[in-house]
């Protein structure tokens, strides 16, 4: 019986040493991450309120420079991408006719030039 005893404490003190040196001497420390390291559901949900915005607002230069922050894909991929996401994930209704609202206006956006016109 004594080594089933010496077992389990051995466990437990390797357990415990585990979560001091995890939790006190060298926890996890997340610096500068960039949004385009999100999971997809949260680029998802990130672009839905870019939606949601430009519902409110129609200001399509805007939402484009909001979802240029998730990456260096074309905002019309992106919010592409999580229309995709959305249906297969089963979002509501008015969620999907917001990301299809902001798909359809990014897929004919023109970025304004930024060079100076001779």
């Known amino acids: 019986m004594s080594r089933w005893i010496k077992f389990f404490i051995v466990i437990a003190l390797g357990l415990a040493a585990?979560?001091?040196y995890?939790?006190?001497?060298?926890?996890?420390?997340?610096t500068n991450t960039a949004p385009d390291t999100l999971r997809a559901f949260?680029?998802?949900?990130?672009?839905l309120m870019v939606a949601e915005v430009f519902h409110s607002?129609?200001?399509?230069?805007h939402a484009a420079r909001r979802l240029g922050?998730?990456?260096?894909?074309?905002?019309?991929?992106?919010a592409s991408q999580a229309l995709e996401y959305a249906?297969?994930?089963n979002f509501p209704a008015s969620d999907l006719a917001l990301l299809q609202s902001l798909t359809a206006a990014?897929?004919?956006?023109?970025?304004?030039?930024?060079?100076?016109?001779?």
Do not use: K
Request: aromatic content about 10%.
């Open 18 to 20: 585990g979560l001091v």
């Open 106 to 118: 990014l897929q004919t956006w023109q970025p304004a030039s930024g060079g100076i016109s001779p």
């Open 69 to 78: 922050i998730l990456g260096s894909e074309p905002p019309a991929r992106i």
């Open 87 to 89: 249906r297969l994930a």
């Open 42 to 47: 949260y680029r998802c949900d990130y672009v």
């Open 22 to 30: 995890g939790w006190v001497i060298s926890p996890v420390e997340y």
């Open 57 to 61: 607002d129609q200001n399509i230069d």
